[in-house]
């Protein structure tokens, strides 16, 4: 139901995007988020956007990731720049629908490597 892409290994200071491709059915209604966990850490929040194309981000991450939907794609991606050793993660897709119950959704994870 996701499927996310784009991970690798990437210089300091440079770029990666990643896609997540959702179900149409789970998109439409889903508040969208990028979670990472880095080695040794929990999983921590990095960027969500909500239907109406509101964001929200981590501190760690503000300037420098963009959160974006495209809705005829169903697709959510994560323009990551100016990336630093401490993006280094396992980054996960999100979806968690809205209205009551919530469900969430995740992909299968993306690894981000960025050395310094």
């Known amino acids: 139901q996701l499927q996310a892409f784009g991970g690798g290994l990437v210089q300091a200071g440079g770029s990666l995007r990643l896609s997540c491709a959702v179900s149409r059915g789970i998109f439409s209604i889903s508040v969208m988020g990028w979670y990472r966990r880095a080695p040794g850490k929990q999983r921590e929040l990095v960027a969500a956007?909500?239907?109406?194309?509101?964001?929200n981000y981590a501190d760690s991450v503000k300037g420098r990731f963009i959160i974006s939907r495209d809705n005829a794609q169903n697709t959510v991606y994560l323009q990551m720049n100016s990336l630093r050793h401490e993006d280094t993660a396992v980054y996960y897709c999100?979806?968690?629908?809205?209205?009551?119950?919530?469900?969430?959704?995740w992909g299968q994870g993306t690894l981000v490597t960025v050395s310094s």
């Open positions: 999100n979806a968690r629908t809205m209205g009551f119950p919530s469900y969430d959704y």
């Open positions: 956007i909500t239907t109406g194309d509101g964001t």
